[in-house]
């Protein structure tokens, strides 16, 4: 990250945030740090938006570039009585005006206390002293001036997206897009000549799963993108495979897979043929068991690595999110704000069926990620420090901050290495605060392999070479960018 | 906490217990703490009598005020091969003789070594070095001076109840009552003209639990103490508004409910109803299905959470622990000796119909508890840090410790932060222990809030502000009190 | 552990090695840590081979010796791509010749990297310092001198497994055997006059697991060495007494029980018979139960409780590991390849049945383990600072490293106690680790004992005397050696 040489830096952030606080062993993270800190950012999982790079205009204002899509921001302040309408979310149906950005900013700022002791607080810190200049800590104060400062920032040539892009130094960006986007922001990224490194990647939940609204809908869309026979179990699996193919062609190295649990099945052909068979006579009768859509679910993951083995599509399983909790609330404002609750995920018998027919195989990545932090130690480190095919992604969502990265590698790295990780993922939409995230991930594991060293468990050369890997190698090598 | 001023202080308790080794660190936790250890002591949810302020009379003796009653301590001793009898509890029957205190006292002091690294050691060491001023630690050479100077304190009128409440500066202290209780010592509290706040919390459990022993005798009671009939299920749910009404007049501002499971329930009217009915029969015929049971309990937090909402009580929700589970042992000796065990309990399924019924009213407050650490991460923070009606309660029983305390702030705070939490609960019969029990929670708080300074993840005044917070404010706003 | 007049010493660990940075603490730990480092060892669980000890001939080169029968190392290189043929493992059926030792041991070598941050680093360096007095790290360039050390000094006498023993300090040592072990070379052990206390410990799992390979044969093999009808419930029975009391012939004080879950049952004697009948038929039909299989092992574990009662034998239950989770690899190399992979464990309902039946017997000590952490404070502490028989076994497997130590005595202390708990067990078949592993327990202890010091939470007599217990006392008392 390009940070130092920000003309706006403020210098409100401490040099030595996150790191532990002996001296000593604040002396060692200090040294990793200084090593890595600069590295070029490896992005391989996010949900940023690649129409921002391909049309390059301004960011319109600071509410809806930072606030209103920030589900970290609209559940925090949901959960203390704000209304999501006073945040800018549309009420399904809803004719009432939001309100405008600055009376957003204002409602955010007087409760910016809120985040306190939340990765959030160190992100928005971040992008306001880092990227903007602004004074920090956010206040009811300095609401206004934080505000107008923001908005001429945003104005300027050095704030379009792609500026930013340069300037936070990023290497590569992967953003995430379902089997029926067309790629056109991807293809006009490319059409432009400009050399940034944005890259898709291949999300086929709307047409694995079942459950979700509209499949019959996404799956004829998806036959018509594929020229397939998608209403058959082979045109259906070459589909994937058309489709797998262009996402390749834009630049995708990986698929993601968004599953309510971690659920594999490897069935034989026919038994398989005649399941996706039963899913779609549910489907279109309307009487879809939920067993039938969580045995097809499990039935695809299987069916994604072996078409990986063959195309080379390193794969991603994010299971254990309950989807839209709060069922009156996603009545009226819809997914993704803020109501997505993590649930209890077994991975040791809900992996197996994959894991004992493609396991095996060195030539295919299967990176697992966990929102519950109890299978680290129990199932997760264990199973990636077994077979050659599976690596853990970094510690996700709820967990992507200093007492969560840390859980990570304090239970995962005695029995999983620190080689069969992965490195970070952002997996943000917020795009000014990949730096940041970034940043923090980097410090976190100074922070830990200090205490390494310190502790003498790990010379300082060998800490040095991991915090490398942490950093930038190892996202590079997993994700095959 | 008054203990500054207290004339038996002996000064054995080192000044800078619980705070991190770290110098900078620990002078920051020293500063926090100093600005909050004397704040008076709001105690919502505890088990204290209600008669001991009633009659202020003299506690009678070391053994049966601080040994015989306490959990803590007859289990450890319990599992480490004393008989129960010898601690003074009496089994079911017997016709032996309880041994005199000081033989228990004894027996205890010569064992006080297997309490090294738990909560009770520095609760008791508190209790007798600033309470009664002994020499700590106790042993079996200093037993017998230790047990004269108690029983000639306790003689002392500023030992009896009352002065002691002064002493230990408690704002408010809440006792926990069933419906079935008419609230005399209350009633003489008030009548006396005392001005300590001690105040009572609705807890249904055994006219709600069908499966709890004579729940038919406890509801013909409860519709006696209503004037209801509450063996009709409109009848039944007015003698719950009319005992909350009562209770509310004696101070109480919540409710609390200690189910074996989370589960909620939200059925219809009339299918509640037909619920009802069905325990009722069940239960007079002696063939209560376990199901039915569990049903009407889940149902009945949601009735409950209906009711709060009217009324204003802050409802709370203790579920997870194992009752009894040493049956022999219960058998001989009843409930409460130290033989509950947690289980696994799940939160988001559970909840899922209450907080879709009504997690979304910013009037409620549901404040739940957990023995199951693993959810801390997983399920209550995130549910806290989404529904406007759900707060966390604070490191319960088990883990209302040094460690658990500090995973409890480490494993919520991002993503609940502070303010979805309530403060401290000292959640105790063992009246004596309560300032001791406040301490290791301020202490413990200012410890966590020190290494955030210390880490630069929150600047100083505003770890100050959230230590006040965590130490009384959020106790008094969360209870309403 | 008599380390420091080992004459290889390399000086090249640091004495400071897994104490906390800070220097307080450190120096608190290091006090701690100079008054129990070389007390005897005691190992009272463990894999080693009794034959070593009963022919003391020399090991035979550094790969087959340290590398290819530990699974800690096959698994993480086989994780990281190396072939398990390249390590020495002999695929089923396979003609290839396995390679040199030299060669496994460099592609051992050149992977050293992968270790770090796990135990097994800490342990191999160790090894090769402390007892071979070769450099660390090793590497690829230092690879080849280091073997030929290796190989210089297993030729020596003072390298021999009887000089180790001595050399290591080990006052007793258990090795674990099936009941259809004839303990020959435990006989000869004691046979050859050599005073060094070698063990066994009853296993009887391959007898009283209907689902494992072979049963019936090892029921045959099982009646011909006790000489009772086994296929008769009192028979089955009655041999179990009798191999027993041949077990603690040879010293054994224990049993240990290796079961896929936690269940126990505790049927009348009628019911078990016909359960027993059950498992036979479905076990010669070719068509048990899987459920009957479990109730099998769950009831034979309070058959075994009760016998224990009786003779006085410890009893050790290990439950929670999915046993050959790779399917492919176990058909192709057996069992012990790394590819046992932890599963989510209960105890409070499972253990019930044993321990309302036999959990409040003085005479009886229950040693239960776990590879769930989840439990520690959950369920396992409570259980035993409860239960008179129950007691924890130390951190296991996975969890048997520095921080996996360090979150059992912090999740499990405050509600157990130090006392419910039994010193450490080193459950190796890596011999030449012993010592490291019991040095890594002994520095973690005291690292935590000094942390509690520091933060004033136990004076630093007191810890001492914990960590003498800890160390050498607890163990030796638990196991009765």
Request: include cysteine.
């Amino acid at each position: 990250m390009n940070i130092d040489s920000n003309p706006a830096r403020s210098g409100a952030l401490h040099p030595d945030r996150l790191f532990p606080a002996d001296p000593a062993t604040r002396a060692i993270a200090r040294r990793l740090y200084a090593q890595v800190h600069a590295l070029p950012i490896i992005s391989p999982h996010g949900h940023t938006d690649p129409r921002w790079f391909a049309a390059n205009e301004p960011f319109s204002d600071p509410a809806s570039l930072l606030l209103t899509p920030d589900h970290y921001i609209t559940r925090m302040l949901y959960s203390q009585g704000v209304a999501l309408e006073a945040l800018g979310l549309q009420a399904d149906g809803s004719r009432q005006a939001p309100p405008d950005p600055r009376s957003i900013w204002r409602t955010f700022a007087a409760r910016y206390g809120l985040f306190r002791g939340t990765p959030t607080r160190l992100w928005l810190d971040w992008v306001l002293a880092e990227v903007f200049g602004t004074d920090t800590p956010l206040t009811a104060a300095n609401a206004d001036a934080a505000y107008e400062r923001i908005c001429g920032r945003l104005a300027e040539p050095a704030f379009r997206p792609r500026a930013l892009f340069e300037r936070f130094g990023i290497e590569v960006l992967a953003t995430t897009e379902s089997p029926l986007d067309t790629l056109e922001h991807h293809a006009a990224i490319r059409a432009s000549g400009w050399p940034g490194r944005v890259i898709s990647a291949y999300r086929p939940d709307p047409v694995i799963d079942a459950e979700s609204p509209g499949f019959l809908a996404s799956l004829e869309r998806f036959g018509a993108l594929a020229d397939c026979d998608v209403f058959s179990w082979r045109g259906y699996l070459e589909a994937h495979r058309v489709r797998r193919a262009f996402f390749a062609s834009f630049g995708a190295t990986c698929t993601d897979h968004g599953h309510p649990t971690a659920r594999t099945q490897d069935l034989e052909p026919r038994a398989a043929e005649a399941l996706f068979e039963r899913v779609l006579r549910g489907a279109r009768a309307g009487s879809l068991a939920g067993a039938e859509a969580e045995a097809f679910r499990a039935q695809m993951l299987t069916e994604m690595a072996r078409m990986s083995l063959d195309d080379g599509l390193v794969m991603q399983i994010h299971p254990g999110a309950w989807r839209n909790h709060n069922t009156p609330l996603y009545r009226r404002f819809g997914p993704n704000i803020g109501a997505d609750i993590p649930a209890r995920t077994e991975y040791v018998e809900a992996l197996r069926p994959l894991l004992n027919r493609f396991g095996n195989e060195r030539a295919l990545t299967i990176i697992v990620f966990t929102l519950d932090e109890s299978s680290y130690s129990r199932e997760l480190a264990p199973l990636a420090g077994h077979y050659p095919a599976l690596k853990l992604g970094p510690a996700w969502w709820f967990h992507d901050s200093p007492e969560g990265m840390m859980r990570f590698r304090e239970q995962t790295t005695e029995t999983a290495g620190f080689y069969n990780t992965v490195g970070f993922n952002d997996d943000t939409r917020a795009f000014l605060s990949i730096p940041a995230r970034h940043d923090v991930a980097r410090r976190i594991d100074c922070a830990f392999l200090a205490r390494l060293v310190a502790e003498h468990r790990l010379p300082e050369d060998e800490a040095l070479e991991v915090a490398h890997e942490l950093a930038y190698r190892l996202a590079k090598r997993a994700y095959r960018l």
